[in-house]
């Protein structure tokens, strides 16, 4: 598939269409003699072999830990560095993350940034700046990147994540998968509100915000929602908010899709068992290390990625890894 049918595909399952198995027509020549390579008895034996060595040794060995480390650092730092100026008064970084000045220089949010042009059908000069600014910070990192590294609501749900997966194991809570296009059509609907009422709603509402605002002013009521949404996070479905709500994603997911920074997947080295997709934020983007769902042998992971680095350190051949390529896909 051209580099432009990639791009479309990743789009789409950004946007919600659940993925599917790839024709032949769709697949590269390689890809196709390699899956008929690993569909042998032979290695299919092979395989099999390899997958519960790598379980036996991996029994009760703690899989997560360099990446997961530098993540919640850089979350935490990020996040303190607007709760110190406030509280010294200094002028390093002011206001919050959905819009910020750092150093006098403006930086803003995308998604906020939308909603606010949109509500008062202005376009600013200074949510230009501070838009265009934060638009390359992320382009340089990796699109949804914000969400993984950046985001305090993020971690706070990684946590209850963490929660969520103990009592799922005691039977005393569920995993339900909802539909992924809710996201799309939620994205739609601020924006259709935005326009309508000239008040920026999705940020009433925001967790992303109402955390940001909190950790630097104090909290307020708002404070429950977000704790709901833990809640339904923990025992109803995980990831709720991440994964099927929050139009945030959609919007550095679109210039993720550009980004040098990718997290790249090798067929050749892969074992197929699924340990990435089970830690995995957004799993559907991992749909390509099924056996036989790759297009190419080497290709890299979708625009709805969060380079997050679980399913690296989840990995056990090294079929995931981080690329960075010297201007992304745009040359």
Same mark, same amino acid.
């Given at each position: 598939?051209?580099?432009?049918?990639?791009?479309?595909?990743?789009?789409?399952?950004?946007?919600?269409?659940?993925?599917?198995?790839?024709?032949?027509?769709?697949?590269?020549?390689?890809?196709?003699?390699?899956?008929?390579?690993?569909?042998?008895?032979?290695?299919?034996?092979?395989?099999?072999?390899?997958?519960?060595?790598?379980?036996?040794?991996?029994?009760?060995?703690?899989?997560?830990?360099?990446?997961?480390?530098?993540?919640?650092?850089?979350?935490?730092?990020?996040?303190?560095?607007?709760?110190?100026?406030?509280?010294?008064?200094?002028?390093?970084?002011?206001?919050?993350?959905?819009?910020? +000045?750092?150093?006098?220089?403006?930086?803003?949010? *995308?998604?906020? $940034? #939308?909603? &606010?042009? /949109? @509500?008062?059908?202005?376009?600013?000069?200074?949510?230009?700046?501070?838009?265009?600014?934060?638009?390359?910070?992320?382009?340089?990192?990796?699109?949804?990147?914000?969400?993984?590294?950046?985001?305090?609501?993020?971690?706070?749900?990684?946590?209850?994540?963490?929660?969520?997966?103990?009592?799922?194991?005691?039977?005393?809570?569920?995993? +339900?998968?909802?539909?992924?296009?809710?996201?799309? *059509?939620?994205? $739609? #609907?601020? &924006?259709? /509100? @935005?326009?309508?009422?000239?008040?920026?709603?999705?940020?009433?509402?925001?967790?992303?915000?109402?955390?940001?605002?909190?950790?630097?002013?104090?909290?307020?009521?708002?404070?429950?929602?977000?704790?709901?949404?833990?809640?339904?996070?923990?025992?109803?479905?995980?990831?709720?908010?991440?994964?099927?709500?929050?139009?945030?994603?959609?919007?550095?997911?679109?210039?993720?899709?550009?980004?040098?920074?990718?997290?790249?997947?090798?067929?050749?080295?892969?074992?197929?068992?699924?340990?990435?997709?089970?830690?995995?934020?957004?799993?559907?983007?991992?749909?390509?290390?099924?056996?036989?769902?790759?297009?190419?042998?080497?290709?890299?992971?979708?625009?709805?990625?969060?380079?997050?680095?679980?399913?690296?350190?989840?990995?056990?051949?090294?079929?995931?890894?981080?690329?960075?390529?010297?201007?992304?896909?745009?040359?």
């Amino acid at each position: 598939m051209s580099w432009l049918g990639n791009l479309r595909e990743s789009f789409a399952l950004m946007l919600g269409r659940e993925p599917h198995l790839p024709d032949r027509g769709e697949m590269s020549d390689e890809a196709l003699k390699l899956y008929a390579f690993k569909r042998s008895s032979e290695q299919v034996a092979k395989r099999r072999e390899a997958i519960r060595q790598e379980k036996e040794d991996r029994a009760g060995k703690r899989i997560h830990g360099r990446w997961r480390n530098w993540r919640w650092a850089s979350i935490v730092l990020i996040n303190l560095l607007f709760v110190i100026s406030f509280r010294l008064d200094e002028q390093l970084v002011e206001g919050a993350l959905t819009a910020s +000045r750092f150093v006098g220089f403006h930086m803003a949010d *995308l998604n906020a $940034a #939308l909603q &606010v042009m /949109l @509500a008062h059908k202005e376009v600013m000069v200074n949510l230009v700046i501070g838009t265009v600014t934060v638009g390359i910070l992320w382009w340089l990192v990796g699109g949804r990147a914000f969400c993984s590294w950046c985001c305090p609501y993020h971690l706070v749900a990684e946590w209850a994540e963490m929660l969520h997966l103990k009592l799922a194991a005691r039977g005393w809570a569920k995993d +339900r998968a909802l539909d992924r296009r809710v996201r799309t *059509l939620l994205y $739609a #609907l601020f &924006v259709l /509100l @935005a326009l309508g009422t000239g008040y920026t709603v999705f940020e009433t509402i925001s967790p992303v915000g109402i955390l940001s605002r909190a950790l630097i002013y104090g909290g307020s009521i708002a404070l429950a929602w977000v704790v709901l949404l833990l809640v339904i996070e923990v025992f109803y479905s995980r990831r709720f908010w991440c994964r099927y709500m929050c139009p945030i994603g959609l919007t550095y997911g679109v210039i993720g899709a550009f980004s040098p920074v990718k997290i790249a997947y090798d067929a050749e080295k892969c074992l197929h068992e699924g340990e990435c997709r089970k830690v995995c934020l957004v799993p559907h983007v991992l749909n390509v290390t099924k056996m036989g769902h790759a297009r190419e042998v080497k290709m890299d992971i979708g625009a709805d990625c969060t380079r997050c680095a679980m399913c690296i350190e989840a990995c056990p051949t090294g079929a995931l890894t981080f690329k960075v390529s010297a201007m992304g896909d745009l040359l």
